[in-house]
């Protein structure tokens, strides 16, 4: 009987010591592979828009938060227009070519935060070879349009 026991006793501290060593070294690679981390990078602070104009106050009221997906094939040009909310985005994919009216131009490149222009009238074109891809982001109120269009101004 004693035997037996001393056997289980043996086969027990065997088996916890595998235990202990098998957690020890998963630690271990926990440690030297620890996992991804949630990594925060800001891509854009500022209370101007991309020509150096101060942004208006917000609105009175309750917003209207509207997010948008835009996709500009090569060689694609947007109309004239003006904003009447605040917007700003994130170019995703390609390069993104804003001009103003009074021929101040802004290139946005792929991973590039932009603060649009409000009351100021511009275009967006994509002088590249692929299409662009741009999240804008609109902090408006319902029922303001996102963009008002101006098609007597003629692109060239």
């Not at 009175?60 to 003006?82: D, I, M, S, T």
Request: aromatic share 8%.
């Amino acid at each position: 009987m004693m035997k037996k026991m001393m056997q289980w006793v043996l086969a027990a501290t065997l088996v916890c010591g595998a235990s202990v060593l098998n957690a020890c070294k998963e630690a271990k690679a926990q440690e030297d592979n620890p996992a991804p981390k949630v990594v925060s990078t800001e891509l854009i602070r500022t209370s101007q828009s991309w020509d150096g104009v101060e942004l208006p106050d917000y609105f009175q009221g309750r917003p209207e938060l509207v997010a948008v997906k835009y996709v500009f094939p090569a060689g694609q040009k947007l109309g004239w227009h003006h904003h009447v909310a605040m917007n700003y985005g994130v170019l995703v994919q390609g390069e993104l070519t804003i001009i103003g009216l009074d021929g101040k131009t802004k290139v946005v490149h792929e991973g590039e935060a932009v603060v649009e222009m409000v009351g100021t009238v511009h275009h967006g074109e994509n002088r590249g070879t692929k299409d662009c891809i741009l999240y804008m982001f609109y902090l408006s109120q319902k029922d303001l349009p996102l963009a008002v269009q101006h098609p007597d101004i003629p692109l060239e």
